[in-house]
């Protein structure tokens, strides 16, 4: 599918599993360059390195710590928002490729769904008819910026 899109940029998380499916993508368009954005990096959290067994034993609650060290739904989406302006500002009417991880794209949809965004809304899924499941690894997301105006926020995703 992303070897059809006339990217104008790729961007990825630093973080090693993004890293590799950026390549993979830039091999399609090799006149890009990979650019690493911080922006874009998963969550920092207290279950940074532990085992998916011990997020689900906590409700897959990974918000639950409280102590200024770890992010909190809202700060991991405006990470989310500056991404965005830095793109609307440099590449305006461009196709942009971007690999991030799953918290950070459904933020982005409750945003878009005008749902708020919380720890408990992201394990209440089920009751968003909006926003069926979490979403997936490896799956596509397209956010369109459609206007360069600074002051709007018009975006919309599929």
């Known amino acids: 599918f992303l070897k059809s899109i006339p990217a104008a940029a790729i961007y990825s998380s630093p973080l090693l599993r993004a890293r590799q499916t950026a390549e993979i993508i830039q091999r399609h368009h090799p006149q890009l360059k990979v650019s690493l954005s911080r922006y874009l990096i998963e969550v920092k959290s207290g279950f940074e390195g532990r085992k998916e067994s011990e997020i689900i034993q906590a409700g897959n609650d990974v918000y639950f710590h409280k102590e200024s060290a770890y992010e909190q739904p809202r700060e991991v989406f405006s990470r989310v928002q500056a991404f965005f ?42 009751h968003f008819k909006c926003i069926a499941e979490y979403p997936a690894t490896g799956s596509i997301t397209r956010v369109s910026l459609l206007s360069t105006d600074e002051e709007s926020n018009s975006y919309t995703a599929t």
């Open 85 to 126: 302006s830095k793109v609307k500002k440099k590449h305006a009417g461009q196709h942009v490729i971007a690999i991030t991880h799953g918290d950070l794209i459904l933020f982005t949809l409750f945003w878009l769904n005008n749902i708020e965004i919380t720890a408990r809304n992201k394990i209440n899924l089920p």
